[in-house]
């Protein structure tokens, strides 16, 4: 095996999406342990966003500093001893890397073989690339740590996010009851459509007042929030007492504020937590596989970009946050 020249994406300083730059890269052969995938499609993750901006929990080494946690491609090889896979194999990222090192972003990657993960045989690579991180993460969040429970009344915040959606699908499969919430209005019969229950504006309407009248007064069983910030407070006060809190995002900076509404039990969620381990990626597959191969885990895809080009646009499409679902870029 050789190395071979792929385009890729780079960014050189922090900034907005305009620091992105596609070149070409020397892709080596990979080395023992190692799988290089050809990539046929990518997700894109606001993590991405905040890593090329330098606002990520850990920073980018620059320069030439890759991006990208999600793709679904094919294997082209193998390096010694890896045994899971082989040439020819539909595989997906598992989003368990550090990004300046391994980003997918890019027509051909280098992954660990503990980084990738089967795809189904008939699933798309644009489905396949719109799905692991989403479901992997409502998965492990809501199932493994949360525990949800068949009749569990759920109060999902940034509900339109890839996550918030795949949220929304996690739920209903477990017999849950999805509350969602959102921003503004424009976006309430979609989530609706996408399977919420119930949709809470919040700029029009009061999260908890709202949550408790939902719930007869009762208040929710868990809450999932990408946000924090202080107003993680109040999503505390929209607990049932005894109920679970799973902060997984800070999309606000400032400290994350706790109810008083005890006694609740509250987690900060990281999925590279389920993701790092064999037996956490064995089983979020399995779980991923299995809704797609049966339909009831279907992402939903905001809009397709072609070409590395294009990436750019894509992420200023993120950061407008006018879309519902995931944005997926075709090298």
Known sequence: MTSTTARTVLFHELGGPDVLKTEDVEIPAPSPGQVRVHV?????????????????????????????????????????????????????????????????YGELVLLDEGSVVP??????????????????????????????APGDQVLITGASSGVGTAALQVARRSGAVPIATTRTEAKRQRLLDLGAEHVIVTEQEDVVKEAKRLTGGRGVDIVFDAIGGPGFRALGDAAVPGGTLVLYGFLDRRPAELSWNWPLTVHGYANPDVTRSAEGRHRASHYLNSG????????????????????????????????????????
């Open 40 to 104: 046929e499609a990518l997700g894109l993750n606001r993590a991405e966003a905040l890593f090329r901006a330098g606002t990520y929990y850990y920073q980018p080494t620059l320069p030439a500093s890759r991006n990208g946690y999600e793709a679904a491609g094919t294997v082209e090889s193998v390096g010694e001893g890896v045994t899971a896979f082989a040439p020819g194999d539909l595989v997906m990222a598992a989003g368990n890397f550090e990004l300046s090192a391994h980003g997918v």
């Open 119 to 148: 795809r189904p045989a008939g699933v798309d690579a644009v489905t396949a690339a719109a799905s692991w991180v989403t479901y992997s993460t409502s998965y492990g969040a809501l199932v493994r740590t949360a525990g949800m």
């Open 292 to 331: 797609l191969t049966d339909g009831t885990l279907r992402p939903v895809v905001a809009e397709v970009f072609d070409g590395l080009d294009r990436i750019r646009d894509a992420h200023r499409l993120m950061e407008r946050n006018t879309h519902t679902g995931k944005i997926v870029v075709r090298p």
